[in-house]
């Protein structure tokens, strides 16, 4: 039995027969999310044998399963980052899990660097397709047929519908909601002015630490997917000032009602 059956095997355990159709991954600074589940089931990351800990600022660490927007939900309030020392093949581990125990969809979040002046620290972007600049990909190694193939398309990893469902309800909320391409980078420092110039020539709107490992992931396994950037800032050379994970989580903070309310209204019209 693999890490992801052992995971899965502790989670049905611990939800005592509640199945989580859709998961949220919340990023930097937009843990408070997880505050609005009804009924909610905690299960702290250090109850779940084998489940690594997350070392991040803004990141709390625990599960919070409930219902939002009228959906059975597995949030994770708190993600895992390469840049922690965590090999990739967690982050597949725990992924792998969720399909195990019957998440169907996936909702990530994350605090993402703007490369466009129009795309300003506060707003969001829904992710349409991203760039792995990392040199790291969480499939490596064994594959289990059962779960996903060796081999998963990427042509539609942010689920089309999903995106259509995000317009619409960011619309009928007055909710200015940006398209673009996300970049991943290793981390954890910030970019250079050098690096950013090169991601806006490769045609990449936001960059950021996160998210595509977990995307990856959730393709290759069929689940799918919609992701959200909040901008928290202009990358390095945009603006005067040096960049901060304090600017980060407080952008997160001024975006997260905008956030939330649309997360939810997706939730409901799924």
Known sequence: MNNAHLLADQLKAKLKGFTPQTALILGSGLGSLA????????????????FPQSTVSGHQGRLICGKLGGQNVLCMQGRFHLYEGHPASVIADIIHAYKLIGVKNLIVTNAA??????????????????????????LVGINDDSIGPRF?????????ELRLKA??????HLIELH???????????FETAAEIKAFQILGADAVGMSTVPEVIVAVQSGIKVMGVSVITNYGTGMQAQPQTHAETLT??????QNLQTLIQAVLEDM
Do not use: C
């Open 152 to 160: 998963p398309d990427m042509s539609d990893a942010y689920n089309k």
């Open 113 to 138: 660097g703007s490369l466009k002046h129009e795309l300003k620290p506060g707003s969001l972007m829904l992710i349409s397709d991203h760039i792995n600049f990392s040199g790291r990909n969480p």
């Open 251 to 256: 952008q997160a903070d001024k975006a997260t």
């Open 179 to 189: 398209d673009g391409v996300y970049l991943w980078v290793l981390g954890p420092n």
């Open 35 to 50: 505050d609005t589940i009804e009924n909610p089931i905690i299960i702290n990351y250090t109850d779940i044998n084998g």
């Open 167 to 172: 317009h619409r309800m960011a619309q009928k």
